[in-house]
T-cell receptor, first 117, second 117 residues
């Protein structure tokens, strides 16, 4: 079946502009995660959705970053007033819903490379 | 607080040499998972292994082997008889298992492995 897809694969924008990054999770996966990977670093958690609601947004760096998942499937990460420091690869992952401590593997998309000039 | 440390930033080996990538983690949870991911130049994260904190048995898969030692909070990864195709960035990651189930992955900064022919 289809994996996690992300669009666009590359996005170049100018400082101060608004951008939207899209993630299509694997069908049936209720959990969705956004991570950011800066150059030379490991992925860092941004936000996690369980269904339509953000269960944990503690990783969002500031209020310029926002994410939605209105129908519990596709998610959009929105960045306002972009800054050069926002340049990174934004990764999306999805998994089945967990209960208790049961593990469900996160499947990663290919990422969107954002460059802010 | 949870943390993953990969002290080796870059490693370079000659083809057919064995190489070990180190990973040390910190967590207060008694139940957690540890992972290794490979990120080739193409950028996608490729899952290699998951290990439950209750299972300290070492694992071998082809040329890959993993040494999990709870006493030293380490989860090291060894590639035997390295090949050029092994060249990539390797990430170690930790996932705590709170009662809520889904928790994000915490990644180390990665180790860039270069295998020279």
């Amino acid at each position: 079946g289809a994996g996690v897809s992300q669009t666009p694969s590359n996005k170049v924008t100018e400082k101060g502009k608004y951008v939207e990054l899209r993630c299509d999770p694997i069908s049936g996966h209720t959990a969705l995660y956004w991570y950011r990977q800066s150059l030379g670093q490991g992925p860092e958690f941004l936000i996690y959705f369980q269904g339509t609601g953000a269960a944990d947004d503690s990783g969002l760096p500031n209020d310029r970053f926002f994410a939605v998942r209105p129908e519990g499937s596709v998610s959009t990460l929105k960045i306002q007033r972009t800054e050069r420091g926002d340049s990174a690869v934004y990764l999306c992952a999805s998994s089945l819903k967990s209960s208790g401590s049961t593990y469900n593997e996160q499947f990663f998309g290919p990422g969107t490379r954002l460059t802010v000039l | 607080a949870q943390k993953v440390t990969q002290a080796q930033t870059e490693i370079s080996v000659v083809e057919k040499e064995d190489v070990t990538l180190d990973c040390v983690y910190e967590t207060r949870d008694t139940t957690y998972y540890l992972f290794w991911y490979k990120q080739p130049p193409s950028g996608e994260l490729v899952f290699l292994i998951r290990r439950n904190s209750f299972d300290e048995q070492n694992e071998i898969s082809g040329r890959y082997s993993w040494n999990f030692q709870k006493s030293t909070s380490s989860f090291n990864f060894t590639i035997t008889a390295s090949q050029v195709v092994d060249s990539a960035v390797y990430f170690c990651a930790l996932k705590e298992t709170h009662s809520s189930g889904n928790t994000p992955l915490v990644f180390g900064k990665g180790t860039r492995l270069s295998v020279i022919a």
